[in-house]
């Protein structure tokens, strides 16, 4: 059986960075990613972490620093006396070695942690009694070691403008735009949505929020871009039932109403069928706790999609001792990882509070946002949906303002030329 097996490791490397360190002390720099507990063998580690005591208090690390701070804390013999020591200043090959030996370490580190984790994950395999938190916590246990064993990456300044340059040399010369179209014409221009964005598209309650983002969706998609739907608030019927209302032009209350049909209508909503079905869109309904929000995300990326919206906040589930306020701020924090994880933007969806109603003006504006400052701080950008007939019967209730209130790179604006048709679910440009 695999899991009886003698773990990885790899002792000559051990003592060859040991070696290396008696030789140079400057080795140290070379190695800053490397713990004590990378090393397997129990009187190796115990000699590394001495070493990095005498490093860190800026003294000598030679034969007789190392193996008198053993003597003081009783540990000499346990390693092997100064024998071993001895053994050990003999062992390195060529002290310049030390990082490559060093990587060798810690991959064979990061080896054994991952059999471990992998052994735990099996284990409670035999006591599951919610399948979807095992999987959620499996996984998360293999991403930590992931995220706890990677390394600074610093880069200098050449490095990061030939990429810049690249990056600009290939905007140039492609034959579309870079960046997502969002079919806005106003807003698009400041926008240009690509990379790693964390978009916000926020709203009171019956505002459109859902709306918007299925018709930026739909827009998307029939640019045979692939859009990843992770709505946590309706389930997939009812947003297929508005797709299909949006494309057909027919009321879905009339879906399933008996006989209220024509034959017409039947084979116009057939033909919208088939066109959406040819659409990329990928849509996950199920209730989400932030863990499975990050792995189904993860998931949709493998999927191919180039863009993810989330609806939305307020319906992730959360830790129950704790406050909506550290819920929402942890989910927010979360997210905004998440987009730069995938390297790809993240549409969420997020209410307004009550400070709007209680305005004569009901223009939102960044206090509004929910709950948490997180929300702002996280974000690139910021879409506010405003319908004035909303709130004032007198006026087009179809009338929609969509308002780009931030934008980290870019300027702000406004988009009026937007109308939101109730029957339909859906928005349109006049």
Request: hydrophobic letters at 40%.
């Amino acid at each position: 059986m695999i899991l009886d097996k003698l773990p990885p490791q790899n002792i000559e490397a051990e003592e060859s960075v040991l070696s290396a360190l008696f030789i140079n002390n400057q080795g140290f720099e070379d190695i800053e990613f490397l713990k004590p507990d990378d090393f397997y063998k129990s009187a190796n580690k115990t000699i590394f972490n001495t070493m990095l005591t005498l490093h860190k208090k800026k003294e000598p690390v030679d034969l007789v620093t190392v193996a008198q701070h053993l003597i003081s804390k009783d540990q000499l013999e346990n390693i092997g006396g100064g024998a071993y020591l001895s053994h050990i200043s003999d062992s390195a090959p060529v002290a310049t070695n030390i990082k490559h030996y060093g990587n060798i370490i810690h991959n064979i580190a990061v080896t054994r942690e991952l059999i471990t984790r992998a052994t735990r994950i099996i284990e409670n395999g035999y006591s599951v009694k919610n399948i979807d938190d095992y999987i959620s916590q499996s996984q998360q246990s293999i991403l930590e070691i992931q995220t706890t064993s990677s390394r600074d990456k610093i880069y200098n300044m050449e490095t990061l403008m030939l990429d810049a340059l690249d990056r600009i040399e290939k905007a140039q010369t492609q034959e579309k735009t870079m960046g997502m179209q969002f079919g806005m014409p106003t807003l698009d221009i400041f926008s240009n949505i690509f990379g790693s964005k964390l978009f916000l598209i926020a709203a009171r309650p019956g505002m459109g929020k859902t709306a918007l983002a299925l018709s930026i969706a739909r827009h998307l998609a029939k640019q045979q871009i692939k859009v990843g739907f992770l709505s946590i608030e309706m389930d997939k019927e009812s947003l297929s039932d508005r797709l299909l209302s949006i494309e057909s032009d027919v009321n879905a209350l009339c879906f399933y109403a008996k006989e209220s049909l024509s034959k017409q209508s039947k084979q116009t909503i057939d033909d919208a069928a088939n066109y959406l079905s040819t659409l990329p869109i990928y849509i996950d309904d199920a209730d989400c706790k932030i863990q499975d929000v990050e792995r189904k995300c993860r998931k949709l990326k493998k999927l191919g999609c180039e863009i993810i919206f989330i609806d939305q906040l307020s319906k992730i589930k959360g830790d129950s001792k704790k406050s909506k306020f550290e819920i929402y701020t942890d989910n927010c924090a979360a997210i905004a990882l998440l987009k730069k994880e995938l390297r790809m933007p993240i549409g969420l969806l997020c209410q307004l509070n009550r400070n709007v109603e209680a305005r004569s003006d009901k223009i939102p504006e960044m206090s509004d946002l929910k709950q948490t400052g997180m929300l702002e701080e996280d974000a690139d950008l910021i879409f506010f949906i405003f319908r004035p007939g909303y709130y004032d019967k007198k006026k087009d209730e179809a009338q929609t303002q969509i308002i780009l209130a931030k934008n980290r790179q870019g300027a702000k604006g406004v988009e009026e030329k937007v109308l939101f048709n109730k029957k339909r679910g859906m928005f349109s440009l006049i």
